[in-house]
C-alpha cells in the first residue's frame, strides 16, 4: 500500500505540471487548438488513472480535481472521434487489469 501511494504521489506530481502546461498556454491541448501529437501519446495512460481507484479503492488513488485544465483537456480528449470511437471506461480497463494476471485472461473481451 505505502508503495502504490508513493508512486501514486509522483504520478500526481507530473499530473500537475501538465496541468500547469496546459494553463500556461490557454489552449485546449497540448497541441494546440487540436489535438496533436503529445495529446495523442499521452491519453492512453491518462485514460487508465481512474482504474487505480477502483482497483485499491480507499487509497486515495483520484484524480486529484484541483488540476482543473487536465480535467479539461481531459474532456475535451473525449469529444476527439478517435477516443470516442475507442476509448474504453474505466470499469473495462479495470476488468481486464483483473483477469490479466490470471490463466484465464480473455484477451478478446472487446471483441465479444
Known amino acids: ?10 504520478i500526481v506530481a507530473k499530473l500537475g505540471e ?5 494553463e500556461k498556454s490557454g ?16 491519453w492512453p495512460w491518462i485514460e487508465r488513472l481512474p482504474v487505480h481507484n477502483i482497483l485499491f479503492p480507499g487509497e486515495g488513488m483520484e484524480f486529484p480535481s484541483e488540476l ?5 483537456w481531459i474532456k475535451n480528449m473525449w469529444e476527439e472521434p478517435a477516443v470516442k470511437a475507442y476509448g474504453l471506461d474505466a470499469e473495462t480497463h479495470a476488468k481486464f487489469y483483473m483477469q490479466s494476471s490470471s490463466d484465464n ?8
Open 105 to 112: 485472461c480473455n484477451y478478446d473481451m472487446l471483441l465479444n
Open 27 to 42: 489552449k485546449k491541448f497540448f497541441g494546440g487548438s487540436s489535438p496533436g501529437m503529445t495529446d495523442l501519446m499521452v
Open 18 to 22: 501538465m496541468d500547469e502546461e496546459l
Open 68 to 72: 482543473t485544465s487536465l480535467h479539461a
Open 1 to 10: 500500500v505505502e508503495e502504490r501511494a508513493k508512486h501514486f504521489s509522483s
